[in-house]
Nanobody, 115 residues
């Protein structure tokens, strides 16, 4: 059973930073392309960053230059470093596989940015 666990969210002021973590037993994170997704209140879930087995990354235009995704295979963890946070980044953040996420999602981690 897929079990992804997200952590690291919180409340920050605009311009602040957070680092999110996503861990599993290693079966998923170490071998699949992984992405960070977010869902803001009243909006659909969207992909914001992805990292591929060869190490290449991509980002949504809205976070490019501010967010950075990385992977630590030894610890079966994918990270999302978020800098320059804006109120519009407020959402629940999830990790899952790319390009097609597994049906099973973790509980997510809440990010709130005050203006």
């Amino acid at each position: 059973q897929v079990r992804l666990v997200e952590s690291g969210g919180g409340l920050v002021h605009a311009g602040g930073s957070l680092r999110l973590s996503c861990a599993d037993s290693g079966i998923i994170v170490n071998f699949f392309a992984m992405g960070w997704y977010r869902q803001a209140p009243g909006k659909s879930r969207e992909s914001v960053a992805g990292i591929y087995p060869g190490g290449s990354t991509n980002y949504a235009d809205s976070v490019k230059g501010l967010f950075s995704i990385s992977r630590d295979n030894a610890n079966h963890t994918v990270y999302l470093q978020m800098n320059g946070l804006k109120p519009e980044d407020k959402a629940v953040y999830y990790c899952n596989t790319l390009p097609t996420p597994f049906d099973s999602w973790g509980q997510g981690t809440q990010v709130t940015v005050s203006s």
